[in-house]
């Protein structure tokens, strides 16, 4: 596919609350972009929907959804158990999931990111990854104590942005993936995910 050319930055927009049609071209963009044991099911979405209702964030352009991440908080035997790599994504059900909740250690996932081929290499990977970062910054003010988070990566463009992110690697799956995780500093004033490459540690990504 090619490209998009000249992309105006005003054109995007992110939300968080989900609808059925934009959950529709999600699930079209997992099906380009995820091989058949990696792709979510509307069901399975809406399970994991049903417990916490700000698990997405959804890029769009043109009112059309060019990507998203999908971060949840999973119940701390959960968490576990995916960085032993005993359980993936797909069997997470609604019992596994939990609401963010304020004044307690959260353990979460990032579970996905995807961006429509003819939006990569440019400002939307930016975008979506500083309202994830944004998104973080409100759960904290809330109370919302992220303790760490695990990423799944199952392609070499999954790996390069987690590890950008100063994610570190964990354990190979059987699913021909790695496990990452990075921990946050909880105790600090602000709860930041950064840049491994800033030569700065402390300056918040982007
Ligand atoms: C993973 C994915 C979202 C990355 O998006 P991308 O547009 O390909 O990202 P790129 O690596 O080309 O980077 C584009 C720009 O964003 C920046 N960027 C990339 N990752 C970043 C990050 N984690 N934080 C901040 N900036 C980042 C890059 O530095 C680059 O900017 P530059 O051109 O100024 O150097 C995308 O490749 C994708 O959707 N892949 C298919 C689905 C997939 O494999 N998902 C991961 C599963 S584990």
Redesign the pocket.
């Known amino acids: 596919m090619k490209k998009i050319q000249n992309l105006e930055v005003s054109k995007f927009r992110v939300e968080n609350s989900l609808k059925d049609d934009y959950l529709e071209q999600m699930l079209k963009l997992d099906e380009s ?2 091989s058949e044991d990696d792709k979510g099911t509307y069901s399975m979405c809406m399970d994991w929907y049903s417990v916490n209702n700000d698990i997405y964030i959804i890029l769009l352009y043109d009112n059309k959804v060019v ?1 998203y991440i999908n971060f949840i908080a999973l119940t701390k035997e959960a968490y576990q158990k995916f960085k032993t790599a005993q359980i993936r994504d797909t069997d997470l059900t609604s019992k596994d999931i939990l609401p963010f909740v304020a004044d307690k250690e959260n353990y979460c996932l990032f579970m ?4 429509h081929p003819n939006f ?3 400002d ?3 975008i979506l ?1 500083k309202a994830w970062q944004y998104k973080l910054q409100q759960l904290e003010k809330k109370g919302v104590k992220i303790k760490s988070i695990l ?5 070499e ?2 790996e ?2 987690i590890k ?2 100063g994610f570190e690697s964990v354990i190979a799956t059987s699913h021909d993936s790695i496990i990452y995780e990075k921990s946050l500093r909880i105790n600090s004033k602000s709860q930041t995910i950064e ?1 491994e490459s800033c030569q700065n540690k402390e300056k918040p ?2």
């Not at 996905?112 to 961006?115: L, N, R």
């Open positions: 972009n995820y990507g996905s990111i995807v961006i990569r290499n440019g939307a990977v930016k990854t990423a799944d990566c199952v392609s463009d999954g390069r942005y950008r992110l840049r990504l982007l």
